[in-house]
């Protein structure tokens, strides 16, 4: 679908990227030549995943850094310009989330996921930006977020307050920093299966296959189908897309949502039953 040259000239600073959707994006980025760097907290999956990029021929470093911490993010920033040139493009990919009434967690646990989802966004977004800005060069910035970033969802407040945080920043710097060149973009994805995710929030096969049923399709979301998008959303193909999220779940939420979405359960006799009933209403 694409042609095996369109990130050449992309440096891409993808946090979180060792691992689940962040790391199936580095492989799909790098192999259609983008450099890469990759910015967490687990040095040992870090250097694992830079390894295999490395052994599939990509241009590839990581550095280690909470993005809770705006002086890691520098060192690292410093740290991957130094092997890879200039960095060009960020997504902000890193997150913490799990399940949870609200009720039972600590400040502290709320704070992590805050933190991290919408503090770690906006550092990792100002530390980059104010680069660019003074380089006078354009960027691209791609954040994931979740639909639930527009409807809210219970159980996962926290995760949802931040990623409406997040989607509030896309929509902001969209129109702020165009006159600099750089393009801001969100991707919403559904549910796509990860280690990371599944154990937070669908720790047992019944979870899962709850939230499988929800989707209209009847199957999750695989990790081509996501990167192929955040691919387009990257490239210059998009360069007039700009404050623009794009939900990718299958119609999960749209399906969810509407109000008549529960008679997708009705067997073809009550339709049947329906049909009369409708056709000739005794009122
Ligand atoms: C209740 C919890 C908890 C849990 C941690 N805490 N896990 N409370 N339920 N499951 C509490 C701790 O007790 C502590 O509070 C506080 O949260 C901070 O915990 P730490 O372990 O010290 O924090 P930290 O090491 O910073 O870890 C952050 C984390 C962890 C978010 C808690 O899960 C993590 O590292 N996650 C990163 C990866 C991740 O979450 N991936 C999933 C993304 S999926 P006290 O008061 O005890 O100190 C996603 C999309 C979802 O976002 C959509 C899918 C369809
Ligand atoms: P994941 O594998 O757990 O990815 C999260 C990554 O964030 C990990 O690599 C983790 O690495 C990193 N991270 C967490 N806290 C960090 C911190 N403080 N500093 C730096 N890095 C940190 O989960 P995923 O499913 O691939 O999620 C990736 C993104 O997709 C997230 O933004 C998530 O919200 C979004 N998303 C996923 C789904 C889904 O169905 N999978 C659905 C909607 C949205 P370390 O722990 O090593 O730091």
């Known amino acids: 679908m694409f042609s095996p040259d369109l990130l050449k000239d992309r440096n891409i600073l993808i946090t979180g990227g060792a691992t689940g959707l962040g790391r ?64 060009n493009a960020l997504v902000n990919n890193a997150a913490g ?6 009720e039972y967690l600590s400040p502290n646990a709320v704070d992590s996921i805050l933190d991290i989802v919408l503090h770690g966004t906006f550092y990792c977004t ?26 809210g969802s219970a159980y996962v407040a926290p995760s949802a307050a931040a990623k409406a945080g997040v989607l509030a920043l896309t929509k902001s710097l969209a129109a702020e920093w165009a006159k600099y060149g750089i393009r801001h973009v969100a991707i919403a994805p559904g549910a796509f299966p990860t280690d990371g995710a599944w154990s ?54 749209i399906a969810n949502a509407a109000q008549f979405g529960f008679l997708s359960g009705l067997s073809e006799d009550q339709w049947k039953a329906i049909r009369e009933m ?6």
């Open 24 to 87: 199936s994006m580095a492989f799909k980025f790098g192999t259609l030549g983008a450099s890469i760097g990759i910015m967490s907290r687990n040095e040992r999956r870090l250097s694992g995943t830079v390894d295999e990029l490395r052994k599939a021929g990509i241009k590839a470093t990581y550095h280690v850094a909470d993005v809770r911490n705006p002086d890691e993010i520098h060192n690292a920033a410093d740290a991957i310009e130094n092997e890879i040139g200039e960095i």
């Open 200 to 253: 937070r929030l669908a720790p047992t096969k019944d979870l899962s296959d709850r939230m499988l049923e929800r989707i209209p399709f009847k199957r999750f979301g695989t990790h081509e189908e996501l990167t192929d998008l955040a691919t387009f959303l990257m490239s210059d193909g998009a360069s007039f897309i700009n404050g623009e999220a794009v939900v990718i779940d299958g119609g999960e939420s």
């Open 126 to 151: 100002l530390e980059l930006g104010k680069r660019w800005i003074a380089r006078k060069k354009g960027a691209t910035v791609l954040n994931i977020v979740t639909t639930y970033a527009t409807t």
């Open 97 to 102: 989330n799990f399940i949870s009434p609200l």
């Open 278 to 283: 409708t056709r000739n209403p005794k009122a």
